[in-house]
């Protein structure tokens, strides 16, 4: 069946510029994350997203950066006036159900480039 | 809090020799284990989990790891190393739907 899929795989920017990133999570997952990926670095927390319930934004970094998820299924990553520190890989995950021991199903990810 | 520490960020073996990979968790409550492994420019992959039951799980590709309370770690073992597991690797822990991931260990694998 159809995996996590994001897009674009690859998007590079300049300075100052609004981004937007994809996420289209595997059919019927309820449970929804982003996470960033930093050169040399393990998985950044931003922001989980379960059913209807009011999303976690605690790993967001700063006001810059914003998710929203539309009818429970497509997620969108707005990054505003991307800064270089920005420049990493975006990775999208969701889960089944609702017990802790499910394991992430991950996309592919999206590569930023802040230029 | 919950932790994740593996050691050693980048681990070289020979083909056909042990690879083992280490995993050291800190968790309040009994956690849910996991390790995934990255291939370049794609997402995690899951190889195996741990929830409760047997300490020793087995996962896909040949990949096991064990349980141990005692020492609260989750080390990844295969007896051994292929060319196609040159991979990075990630321990992961779980508790509630927060999972805190490891820094990552890249594997080389040498002909």
């Known amino acids: 069946g159809a995996g996590v899929s994001q897009s674009p795989s690859n998007k590079v920017t300049e300075k100052g510029k609004d981004v937007e990133l994809r996420c289209d999570p595997i059919?019927?997952?309820?449970?929804l994350y982003w996470y960033r990926q930093s050169l040399g670095q393990g998985l950044e927390f931003l922001i989980y997203?379960?059913?209807?319930?009011?999303?976690?934004k605690s790993g967001l970094p700063s006001d810059r950066f914003s998710a929203e998820r539309t009818g429970g299924s497509v997620s969108t990553l707005t990054i505003q006036r991307t800064q270089q520190e920005d420049s990493a890989v975006y990775l999208c995950a969701s889960r089944g159900g609702t017990v802790d021991n499910s394991p992430l199903h991950f996309g592919n990810g999206t590569r930023l480039t802040v230029t | 809090a919950q932790s994740v520490t593996q050691l050693g960020s980048h681990v070289s073996v020979s083909e056909g020799a042990l690879v083992l990979l280490r995993c050291n968790y800190s968790s309040s409550v009994p956690p849910y284990l996991f390790w995934y492994v990255q291939y370049p420019n794609q997402g995690l992959q899951l190889l195996l989990k741990?929830?409760?039951?047997?300490?020793l799980v087995k996962g896909i590709n040949g990949f096991e790891a064990e349980f141990k309370k005692s020492e609260t770690s989750f080390h990844l073992t295969k007896p051994s190393a292929h060319m196609s597991d040159a991979a990075e690797y990630f321990c992961a822990v779980s508790v509630a739907y927060k999972y805190i991931f490891g820094t990552g260990t890249r594997l080389k694998v040498l002909a």
């Open positions: 741990y929830t409760t039951g047997a300490t």
């Open positions: 997203f379960q059913g209807n319930s009011a999303p976690d």
């Open positions: 059919s019927g997952h309820t449970a």
